[in-house]
């Protein structure tokens, strides 16, 4: 007999994801502060990957009756090298590695307990407890895929469709219906000729009778077995399949206030913006606009690395965002975020226009429009400015100021903390 | 006569299922010719994942969902990805058919050593032990662990994630000390258990409901029973003293709290056996092996690549390696068995004198009556010869508390060659490694708080972790838990004690 080998590879993988998942479920509070840790170590360049976290080991042992240190105890150990019976010996026993009598028991324990979270895992830890603000629209959507569904039986179709057994049953049925009358009258014919035949054979009624039978089974036969008229078709129909897709306008200075490093920030604040979009949108587009004193759409290579120097008017990137809302994203259709990033420089008289436009032509299109300043200074007259809009336009614009990047985190949670309606 | 030159069975070092199937035909006619009982064995090829996913669940195919087994999953996986460990290849399921598991990684040659470690070293130790007959159902365990994973995920959704959870984690911690040592588990089977749940969950709680009765007693009656102890013998069961007399619990509750005890208990002769089992593993892989390389059947590749690591199996680090960790079960087992064919094949004097019932007896009989009848305790005390004592440099250490040194007791002399085993084969006592606590009394009248009493062996001490247990144990009793240690001069010392009552809260 040979033998039985199983191939088990192909067999369900992952069979540990649910008790993975538990124990994560299980140890959120501990995770979700190992993950803001990792957010301040690591640039959000990578956020795209997992990450390995740690969390204490002692919160997560299981607990069991065990002896503790002390006592006294007999412990036999191989390798003698020096020892003679009775030797007296310092503790812990020297080079032993976890040492003797009961060190190893609590020797473990108190190290990090680390692990890897994969991406997903992350992000879910990451945008935890995190909602986008007026979902007005989200449900407003595109259509650009449908999907084919079944929807019942039709009389017409191809006959690839014919629907086998609606059909038979039809026929079924309908081979009953039509020869329900015949089949009473035969009844009746069979009973009378059963009578005629005993009572009194030879009656000329019994000839008229059995023909009449015949004649009778005859037209049933006729029926036919199946016919046009039953045929069903299975129908299936097409239903677009709505997906939910947003734009998202980024804003930024690029007048020769904003250095690399501010210019850093505010492109990690940008992408966090953009993974968290990500989650919640199937279809996202991204519009990049940069600005000094005239404002311009550009890609994302040229967005964060081209430089300018010259003077700023916020303004002309408001107007343009506006312009290009109006032109190409239909505020029916899109859900519309906006994202504004500068060092607090403007024009001074520049700033009250500023603030104009965003309440008058920008926030009634957006969802949502959040403003970071990235300066450590005094806020200046666009940071004033803004301040007022706070009032007039609660839950729409928001502001925050970040001043290094252990910032940014922080404040793009309190950005789209969950808020009660 | 020239030795016959016999092809090889295989070449190469990458395994194809043919490869592995002529390799298990010879190791199985070699193992038969030295009269190896074993299981019919299945061998399953998996992937290194599938290996972690075996190591989370304790090697079994199939095994209830905890966050626990999450967290083994994630430990191991770390481990493994920064490669501070190699997946072992010892995972062998204790079940007829016997399961042994092959990684799709391994080479050709870690393949055979599994097929001789495994399917056919563990396999006999499993069907000739009397600590796995008498306590283990090979032909059920999977179908009890089926009927386990399905009993508790219907019970998550039927009475909530959160609740099963606490329970079981209450369940685990007293895992250790939930295990009958004495009394014979009875037989288990999936129509069984599934069909008999439902009575015993009737009965059982018919029997608690009468055990806490609320109606008026006579007053007789009462005075009697002011003497009685309950229960009347202390139990050392914990759990199982949990899931009959519980006064709270719901019938699932109950049939749970059976599930954990019932696989534990299925575990314990393996914590009773490491290192007869893992020794009697290794011999046979060791000896199966060498007897095919004798036949020429084996390439001197596959003889080194073998050898590499089976001696990084039973290596034995000294006590001021960097590397030590304790006695490695493996290298001890594999050290005493060879040992054992030694004292039997070419016995010393001094053996003779040590061993006068087995030395120069056959030792195929003198391995089975070992194999069969012991477990690790009493086969250290029986078989631990002078000279592997001498070989080990084994020596004992005193720790005593009330010592400011420690103390060497003895060493591999003639005076402490009976010490060092005596103390060795206590290391491998269970009833002295776990703490010896046990139920004493139900304050039954008053406000039914539970009592565990702890009978210190060796003055030791309770550990840190004995407060979070109580807690867990008060969740499942629902009122109050107490514990006190006796020392060994006699004195009640109150240790902890774990305030609780349920009775007006809903169960969670």
Redesign the interface.
């Known amino acids: 007999m040979t033998v039985r080998i199983v191939d088990r590879r192909q067999d369900s993988k992952n069979k540990s994801s649910i008790n993975r998942s538990r124990f994560i479920q299980r140890f959120k509070g501990q995770i979700r502060k190992a993950v803001a840790d990792a957010i301040a170590r690591r640039g959000i360049r990578d956020l795209d990957n997992g990450e390995k976290i740690g969390i204490p080991g002692k919160d997560i042992t299981e607990p069991h009756f065990r002896h503790g240190k002390g006592g006294k105890r007999e412990i036999v150990h191989p390798g003698n090298d020096r020892f003679n019976s009775g030797d007296s010996v310092d503790r812990p026993l020297e080079g032993s590695g976890q040492g003797s009598g009961g060190a190893s028991e609590d020797g473990e324990g108190i190290d990090d307990f680390v692990f890897t979270l994969t991406r997903d895992e992350f992000l879910d830890i990451f945008f935890d407890e995190l909602a986008l603000p007026n979902l007005v629209k989200r449900q407003l959507a595109r259509i650009d895929e449908y999907k084919r569904v079944r929807a019942g039986y039709t009389q017409s179709g191809v006959p690839t469709n014919i629907n086998l057994v609606r059909t038979m049953r039809g026929a079924a049925g309908r081979r009953i219906a039509v020869g329900a009358p015949f089949a009473a009258r035969l009844r009746e014919l069979k009973d009378e000729l059963e009578r005629l035949r005993r009572d009194c054979p030879g009656d000329p009624d019994i000839i008229r009778i059995e023909r009449e039978i015949a004649s009778l089974l005859a037209r049933r036969e006729a029926i036919p077995f199946i016919d046009p008229f039953d045929l069903r078709y299975s129908n299936r129909i097409r239903i677009a399949q709505p997906s939910t897709q947003a734009v998202m306008f980024c804003l930024m200075d690029v007048s020769g206030s904003m250095d690399e490093s501010k210019k850093q920030i505010a492109k990690r604040f940008f992408m966090l913006l953009y993974l968290f979009l990500n989650r919640n949108y199937e279809h996202i587009e991204v519009v990049f606009i940069r600005h000094h004193t005239v404002a311009e759409e550009v890609d994302e290579e040229n967005f964060f690395h081209s430089r300018e120097t010259g003077g700023t008017i916020v303004s002309s990137a408001l107007t343009l965002m506006h312009e290009i809302i109006v032109a190409r994203y239909a505020s029916s259709a899109w859900n519309i975020y906006g994202a504004q990033a500068s060092d607090g420089d403007n024009w001074n008289n520049d700033s009250p226009t500023c603030r104009e436009l965003i309440s008058e032509s920008i926030l009634p299109l957006v969802q949502y429009f959040a403003y970071i300043e990235i300066a450590d200074a005094e806020p200046q007259n666009l940071w004033l400015e803004y301040e007022r809009l706070l009032e007039s336009h609660p839950g729409i614009f928001a502001m925050q100021r970040i001043a290094a990047v252990a910032d940014i985190y922080p404040v793009f949670r309190e950005l789209f903390r969950k808020r009660l309606a | 006569m020239s030795k016959k030159r016999i092809r090889p069975i295989a070449e190469g070092s990458e395994w194809t ?1 043919e490869a ?2 002529r390799y ?2 010879e190791i ?1 006619r070699v193992a038969k010719a030295y009269g190896l009982d074993c299981y019919r ?7 290194a ?2 290996m ?2 075996a190591y ?2 304790i090697g079994m195919p199939v095994y209830y ?7 083994h ?3 191991t ?2 481990r493994y ?1 920064r490669g501070q460990m190699g997946l072992a290849y010892e995972i062998v399921i204790n079940s007829d ?1 016997c399961i042994a598991y092959l990684m ?1 990684e391994n080479t050709l040659t870690m393949q055979a050593l599994v097929i001789a470690h495994a ?1 056919y070293g563990h396999n006999s130790f499993f069907k000739g032990n009397h600590l796995f007959k008498q306590w283990t159902s090979a032909d059920a365990i999977i179908d009890y662990l089926v009927f386990a994973r399905n009993y508790i995920a219907q019970c998550e959704e039927r009475h909530g994630f959160a609740a099963v ?1 606490q329970l079981v ?1 209450a369940c ?6 939930g295990v009958d040592r004495y009394k014979r588990s009875p037989h288990l089977s999936l129509d069984k258990e599934t069909l008999r749940q439902k009575e015993r969950e009737d009965y059982l709680q018919a029997q608690v409901n009468d055990l806490w009765r609320t109606l008026p007693r006579h007053t007789a009656a009462v005075a009697e029973e002011e003497e009685r102890r309950f229960p009347a013998e202390p139990e050392e069961n914990l759990l199982y003293f949990v899931e009959k007399n519980a006064p709270l619990l719901e019938p699932w509750q109950r049939e749970i709290i059976r599930i954990i005890r019932k696989i534990g208990q299925y575990f314990y002769p393996q914590r009773q056996t490491q290192v007869m089992n893992e020794g009697w593993a290794c011999f046979w892989h060791y000896t199966l092996i060498n007897t095919l390389y004798d036949e020429g059947k084996l390439t001197d590749g596959f003889m080194m690549e073998f050898l590499q690591s089976h001696t990084n199996v039973v290596y ?12 490695n079960p493996y290298a001890l087992g594999f050290a005493m068995w060879r040992d054992i064919r030694r004292i039997c094949e070419e016995p010393t004097d001094e053996d003779r004198e040590w061993f006068p019932e087995f030395a120069g007896s056959d030792w195929r009989e003198t391995f089975n009556f070992a194999m069969s009848n012991f477990k690790d305790e009493s086969f250290v005390a029986q078989y631990l010869s002078p000279r592997l004592m001498r070989e ?11 010592n400011p ?9 003639d ?2 060659y009976r010490a ?1 085993r005596r ?2 084969a ?2 491998y006592n269970l009833g002295s ?3 010896d ?1 046990q139920v004493w009394n139900v304050d039954l009248r008053g406000d039914r708080s539970l009592t565990l009493r702890h009978f ?11 407060d ?2 109580l807690e ?1 144990l008060a969740h499942l009793w629902g009122f109050t838990v107490r514990l006190e240690t006796l020392m060994p001069s006699g004195d009640l010392r109150p240790v902890a004690e774990c305030r609780s009552e349920k009775r007006n809260r809903p169960i969670s």
Do not use: C
């Open positions: 299922v592995i199937e298990d035909a199985g064995h299945q061998l399953e090829i998996i992937t994942e599938q972690m996913d989370a669940a969902h905890h966050w626990s087994f999450g967290k999953f994630l430990e996986e770390n990805k058919p799709e399917a959870e984690d685990h911690a007293l895992s250790n000390l034995q680090p000294p006590y001021n390696s960097k590397w030590y960790s304790g006695i080990f440099r084994l020596f004992a250490i005193l720790d005593d508390e009330a040194k420690l103390r060497v007791d003895a060493i591999h002399d005076m402490g060092v103390a060795l206590e290391q490694a776990d703490p606590i210190s062996h060796q003055r030791r001490p309770l550990g840190p972790e004995t979070r247990v867990h």
